[in-house]
Structure formats: structure tokens, C-alpha cells
Antibody, heavy 116, light 109 residues
Framework: QVQLVQSGAEVKKPGASVKVSCKASGYTFTSYGISWVRQAPGQGLEWMGWISAYNGNTNYAQKLQGRVTMTTDTSTSTAYMELRSLRSDDTAVYYC?????????WGQGTLVTVSS | SYELTQPPSVSVSPGQTARITCSGDALPKKYAYWYQQKSGQAPVLVIYEDSKRPSGIPERFSGSSSGTMATLTISGAQVEDEADYYCYSTDSSGNHRGVFGGGTKLTVL
């Protein structure tokens, strides 16, 4: 069965970086893209960007351009999302989702807390 | 930047029909997708490509789209359908960037 398993919760200081992983199983990793979606406490869903697991092409949300990098490691079927220059309003649950182009499978979410 | 607009809340009694709308300028050209999110859980896809229902989603969930508005309809809403619902689509500028609506809290009581 398709599964996306994300790395554990993180606590970071403002200005630091965080890298969240998303390990896929149960399907051919390179046949689908991965999108990242975040949700601040009590807020709605925010699309962050997409990466093709086939060729590494990316498409980022305009507001995160320059601070976010999405990568994949096809040898381990793992996608990564790195966010730099963290601010308090980056505190959120970060989800990865298989992109087909709908988001048919989701990871369990990773809480990233940015606090001094 | 492109936006999708949803009503903040919709309330129905059990067995009634709930309709949640999503408006966006690109919806005549782009599909709408709908996600259900219950408290503390990851979202679940309930409608894709405007009106298709994934396997395992109850038949009471349906979708439609006309012009700049997409609609999620829950016919005979159940208490367990109480959740936040989000529409999703992409802009038509050629950037193919995704966007979620602000979400609609469905109350069934």
C-alpha cells in the first residue's frame, strides 16, 4: 500500500533552517511528483511547491521563492523540503503529498516550531 | 496572486444537503479538487477533476463546476461529515502554481 512517512517534529530558532523528509513506499517513486503543503496553527492549507521525482523539476509558491528548496533522492525514494531563514510565522505542520495531479496520498505531517 | 474564495462556514442538520462553493477566475479552465480535513488529521481527497469521486468516498459526495464557481455537494450529510473542506486548483497564468481556498467549516447538527 502507498505510504508517505515523514520525519519527526523540529524546534528551530528564528533565522535557522529546517529540512523535512518524506519517505515513499508502495509505488514507483519516479512516476509521480511530490507536493509540500503547510498548515499554521488554526489556519488553512497553503501549497508550498512541487517537485517531479522523475527529473527534479520544481515549482515553488511565489512567496517562498528564495527560501525553499525541494529535492529528491531516488535511491531511497525520499523527498526533502528545506526552508531557510525561518520566522515565527513559519511555525506549522508540514505535509508531503503524492501529486497525480491531485494529492491522493499524504504524509502524517511534521510539526515545525520556530521560537527563540 | 491567484485566489480561491470559500465561505468560512456552512451548517446543516443531519440528512440535509450541504453545498460548499469555491470561486476563482481560472476555474473555467482549471479543474477543482476538494479535500476533507478532520481535526488533527491529514486531508483526504473527496473529489478530483471537478466531479470525480475516488474509490472509498461515499456516493453522497459529489462535485460540479460552472463558470468561475465549483461546488461540493454532500447529499444527506451525516454527523461524521463534520470537518473542514478545502478546494484546490492551479492558476492559469502558465506558472501552474497551486492554491487552496481558505477552507469551509461544515457543521452537521
Amino acid at each position: 500500500q502507498v505510504q508517505l512517512v515523514q520525519s519527526g517534529a523540529e524546534v528551530k530558532k528564528p533565522g535557522a533552517s529546517v529540512k523535512v523528509s518524506c519517505k515513499a513506499s508502495g509505488y514507483t517513486f519516479t512516476s509521480y511528483g511530490i507536493s509540500w503543503v503547510r498548515q499554521a496553527p488554526g489556519q488553512g492549507l497553503e501549497w508550498m511547491g512541487w517537485i517531479s521525482a522523475y527529473n527534479g523539476n520544481t515549482n515553488y509558491a511565489q512567496k517562498l521563492q528564495g527560501r525553499v528548496t525541494m529535492t529528491t533522492d531516488t535511491s531511497t525514494s525520499t523527498a526533502y523540503m528545506e526552508l531557510r531563514s525561518l520566522r515565527s510565522d513559519d511555525t506549522a505542520v508540514y505535509y508531503c503529498a503524492r501529486n497525480d495531479p491531485d494529492f491522493d496520498y499524504w504524509g502524517q505531517g511534521t510539526l515545525v516550531t520556530v521560537s527563540s | 496572486s491567484y485566489e480561491l474564495t470559500q465561505p468560512p462556514s456552512v451548517s446543516v442538520s443531519p440528512g440535509q444537503t450541504a453545498r460548499i462553493t469555491c470561486s476563482g477566475d481560472a476555474l473555467p479552465k482549471k479543474y477543482a479538487y476538494w479535500y476533507q480535513q478532520k481535526s488533527g488529521q491529514a486531508p483526504v481527497l473527496v473529489i478530483y477533476e471537478d466531479s470525480k469521486r475516488p474509490s472509498g468516498i461515499p456516493e453522497r459526495f459529489s462535485g460540479s463546476s460552472s463558470g468561475t464557481m465549483a461546488t461540493l455537494t454532500i447529499s444527506g450529510a451525516q454527523v461524521e461529515d463534520e470537518a473542514d473542506y478545502y478546494c484546490y486548483s492551479t492558476d492559469s497564468s502558465g506558472n501552474h502554481r497551486g492554491v487552496f481556498g481558505g477552507g469551509t467549516k461544515l457543521t452537521v447538527l
